[in-house]
């Protein structure tokens, strides 16, 4: 039991500062709120059973996620945007919203949420699709070093998509850099592209 005195510490804690709008503070109480760890047991309502104890709150959590993106925490702003973006049994999915908050953690420095606002616009979710803007967002988190977007970005180039040649050199390069971070999917690709290439030169 000591992990989940600790939790329940924590979330004491959290509440405390994060009442003095501290924006860290704010911002691991929304995680706590989403995980639903450490929520002591008389601030859970609607408890159907044994099952139910470690169920998110996805509502309060993006209560404290929003005010930790006002006071200027960026990872509060994507993991919003997160939340939204899912929508879950008390939270309801709204891709517009999940766009607003990526931005906002774009604007706040977020790299992730680079990945997530050209994912939005590569598959015209909140947003008309516009395949250049998505590239556009895969670039700047691809240079940046963000392994999902690096696979993103090697599978424009393969296919040639956002206004980009087909460019099977590029592809491959992009994928190594995501493989050699271990990003699941891309040591495959990296084999697939080689091949391909090995074969187009005999």
Sequence with gaps: MPARQDFTRAFRLYQLAA???????????GMLYSTGNG?????RRGIGGFSNLKRAYNVEAAKW???AA?????????????????GSIDL???????LKWYLEADSLGNIDALNNLGYLHDEGLGV????????????RAAEAGHAGAQMNLSAYYFEGLGGLKKNLGTA???????????????AEKVTAITKLMQGGNR
């Design 19 to 29: 009442g003095a709008e501290h924006a860290d503070a704010q911002f691991h109480l």
């Design 39 to 43: 929520i002591p047991f008389r601030a």
């Design 172 to 186: 491959l390069a992009w994928a190594r850099k995501a493989a050699d971070q271990g990003e699941p999917g891309a």
């Design 128 to 139: 008309r699709r516009d395949r250049v803007k998505a590239r556009d967002y895969y670039t």
């Design 70 to 86: 006002g006071n200027g925490h960026g990872e509060a702003a994507f993991y919003l945007g997160n939340l939204y973006a899912a």
């Design 92 to 98: 309801k999915q709204d891709y517009k919203l999940a």
């Design 65 to 67: 996620y929003e005010k």
